[in-house]
């Protein structure tokens, strides 16, 4: 591969094209960077015009110097994905000269016409007015495409004229702010003073690679991101022999192009591998904060993508491209830490006699079992119902895994029993050549949905296209809610003269009796579990349908609006983009299938049947005993050719009765129930078709073309 960098030594290139604390230093006078850090920093330092009009000064510069000819308001709307518009830095001055300007006023606000992106009706078309405000917070960044314009990306927040929001953005910071306040005020009430907690994000992404040849000659994959068809091959996952093999050489050099880019993006791109599925594969990079995280996995995702097609290779990130292999998800790993490095999920030595890790530790336990269904709504896309639950991802019921000698430690806290001091124990392998190694907290649990890895909770249900921002929106907020109300018991007890370790021990205790029931260390992926969490009333939300519901539940409408991170308006909102996104998804597949039924198949499976039947008339002649296999096959292809045939007509008619149908949650409903049945079906029959046929007049590549290519 023809290396971008000049340099092989990831240190001297890595975030050159990133305007980082480097840069700043380089490109800014001292007092602009330090008035620029305290900003950042969160220290109450005002981000006013004058200091924006330096900073872009820098940052024009800087963005100049590396070919950036144009700058664009970087955001993230209610699609799902990024959005940006593109100015050039070209103005004229007084006497008509051509001359780069960018102001303060650019770079930190825009304007947007707002009526072609999603609001779910908070703003009527005729107000079209959205701003862009800059996120100092995230640091801009210059995309470069070989062949094309460099872009200095400004990461921002987008809102309506009235300031409701209308991003992805937006509600993330109000959610990290909302933490912030009530770890800091814990904290204060166990005597430590921070200046800062952040939420630590690190986003475990999965994905496909196919070849783009297959990819090209398949109008589901281009249109729905999935296949729609497709018999099971002779092979699939079950030998295990994919996941953390070696890896391909066309596929190593997609990843050393992409680490390349992602490092020059000041990406830390750390861990690659194969992952369960064929031409399945991962990518983590190191955490950071939550908001910083989520624009990188934005980046990230389009890299991908960009660099596939360089290598002739396509990027799958839909949830469940295949059928009957594993889908992709994306691990949410995410922890608490203050501003002087301390991450507040951490155990140390003795856990039991560690009141501000247990207080910490069960804030999250106890946010995740009171809000279990807005947490399983967070992970809640089209394409990641297909994948919850099977053997390949947690089912849709929302536990959290802590590992035996938590469990341990929490059961005899609340009996009273003191806990035998714990030592971290060693890994027994009985080899001397083996270093000796201290065993973790807890073991990995593949099947749970949230499982307490170490110093961190590891969110396992998202989806693998969806934003990082829903589920961290969702953790910072019933965190900080159940932190808020444990401070304001602990000021109630303080200002009655109770002791702050009474205080915290009751809370203890009590926050483990009342949240204990959410806590299961066993195999998730059994029906004894389903039939457990039944009896212990966990809920369970099936399908995203149901779960958009949650939005507008009046708990969770209290909840948001107590820690300042969405108004009722702005609730409602989402809950309808929501709904008309998956009815559209849902539209949009039940049409190419429609589409690739009638003008593909149909047709293919029509002459092959035709050939053979003239062939029988044919081969009668000989014998009545001649012949005979032709017509059987004639018999299984034409009662799969009615099934198909009339379950497309149904589909086709259910289509456009769902127009009719004018209440969203309905109408979505009416997706979800009928028209994805009648989806399955026609499925079954053209699956069973595809086996029944010619492969070399089948019209598109099938799973073991697609699956194991060279
Ligand atoms: P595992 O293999 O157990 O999933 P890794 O160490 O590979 O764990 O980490 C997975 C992801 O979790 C990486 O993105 C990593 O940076 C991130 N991560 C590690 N520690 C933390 C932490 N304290 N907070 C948030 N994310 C973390
Ligand atoms: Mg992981």
């Known amino acids: 591969m023809k290396r971008l960098a000049e340099s092989h030594k990831i240190t001297d290139f890595f975030g050159v094209n990133v305007f980082n604390d480097k840069v700043m230093k380089q490109y800014l006078d001292e007092d602009t960077y330090l008035r620029l850090k305290e900003v950042i920093d969160n220290k109450g330092t005002d981000l006013n015009r004058e200091l924006a009009d330096k900073v872009a000064q820098g940052m024009k510069e800087w963005a ?81 495409t070989e062949g094309s314009n460099a872009v200095l990306c400004i990461p921002t927040a987008f809102c309506s004229y009235n300031g409701d929001v209308l991003d992805k953005k937006t ?7 909302a933490i912030n306040r009530q770890a800091k005020r814990l904290l204060k009430l166990l005597g430590k003073d921070v200046e800062n907690v952040y939420p630590n994000v690190g986003g475990e992404q999965e994905y496909f690679l196919i070849d783009k040849k297959d990819y090209l000659k398949r109008e589901d994959l281009r249109i729905t991101g999935r296949t729609l068809f497709g018999a099971k091959p002779p092979k699939g996952q079950e030998k295990n022999d994919q996941y953390y093999a070696a890896i391909k050489e066309r596929v190593s050099s997609f990843m050393a192009e992409l680490d390349e880019e992602l490092w020059k993006l000041g990406i830390y791109a750390k861990t690659e591998h194969n992952e369960a599925a064929p031409c399945q594969h991962e990518l983590a990079p190191i955490f950071s904060t939550a908001n910083i995280a989520t624009d990188q996995n934005q980046i990230i995702m389009e890299m991908m993508k960009k660099v596939a097609y360089k290598h002739d290779l396509v990027c799958l990130l839909h949830e469940k491209p295949f059928n009957g292999v594993n889908g992709s998800g994306k691990h949410d790993n995410w922890s608490l830490t203050t501003s002087d490095g301390q991450n507040l999920l951490e155990p140390g030595k003795s856990p039991q006699e560690n009141k501000q890790f247990l207080l910490f530790f069960l804030a999250v336990i106890g946010g995740v079992d009171e809000y279990a269904n807005l947490v399983r709504m967070s992970a809640a896309c089209p394409g990641n119902e297909l994948r919850l639950g099977g053997d390949e991802a947690p089912p849709a019921i929302i536990s959290v895994f802590i590992g035996e000698m938590l469990e341990d430690i ?63 929106i969702v953790l910072n907020t019933i965190t900080a809610e159940m932190l808020d109300r444990m401070c304001t018991e602990i000021e109630d007890g303080l200002s009655k003269g109770e002791t702050i370790n009474a205080l915290t021990s009751r809370i203890i205790i009590r926050n483990i009796k009342e949240h204990k029931k959410i806590i299961f260390n066993g195999n998730n992926y059994t029906n004894e579990w389903y039939k457990l969490a039944k009896e212990r009333k966990l809920p369970i939300l099936e399908n995203c349908v149901d779960c958009y519901d949650v939005l507008t539940d009046p708990k969770v409408i209290e909840l948001y609006k107590k820690q300042g991170v969405f108004s009722l308006k702005e609730l409602e909102s989402r809950r309808e983009i929501y709904l008309d996104n998956y009815i559209k998804t849902i539209r949009i597949e039940a049409n190419t299938m429609l589409s690739m039924i009638k003008t593909q198949v149909l047709p293919v499976v029509l002459k092959y049947e035709g050939k053979l039947a003239e062939r029988t008339v044919y081969l009668g002649q000989i014998s009545n005993s001649v012949g005979t296999v032709h017509k059987e096959i004639i018999e299984t292809i034409d009662s799969n050719l009615k099934g198909l ?23 979505a409903n009416y997706f979800n129930n009928t028209i994805c049945k009648y989806m399955n079906t026609a499925r079954e029959f053209a699956d069973n078709l595809e086996l029944l046929c010619d492969k070399n007049e089948w019209p598109f590549p099938n799973y073991a073309d697609i699956l194991f290519y060279e």
């Not at 103005?91 to 947007?112: H, R, V």
Request: proline fraction near 5%; include cysteine.
């Open 64 to 144: 100049v110097a590396n070919g950036a000819t144009h700058y664009t308001h970087w955001f993230q709307p209610l699609t799902g994905t990024t959005a940006e518009k593109h100015d050039s830095f070209i103005d004229f001055n007084n006497e008509g000269e051509p001359i780069l300007a960018f102001s303060g006023k650019s770079l930190s606000k825009g304007e947007a016409d707002a009526s072609s992106f999603p609001s779910g009706g908070i703003r009527a078309t005729f107000e079209a007015r959205g701003y862009t405000v800059w996120d100092c917070s995230s640091p801009a960044f210059i995309k470069k």
């Open 410 to 472: 929490l059961n005899n806290i609340e009996k009273g029993a003191t806990s035998e001091k714990r030592k971290k124990e060693y890994l027994k392998i009985g080899l001397s050549v083996l270093p000796e190694l201290k065993k973790d907290y807890s073991d990995r649990n593949r099947t749970s949905p949230f499982a307490f890895t170490g110093n961190k909770f590891e969110f396992r249900m998202v989806g693998s296209s969806d934003t990082l921002s829903t589920p961290n």
């Open 645 to 667: 045939y009339n379950v497309s007509n149904e589909l086709e008619k259910a289509v456009n009765e769902a127009e009719l149908i004018e209440d969203i949650k309905e109408q």
């Open 171 to 177: 509600p993330l910071l109000r959610s990290m702010q």
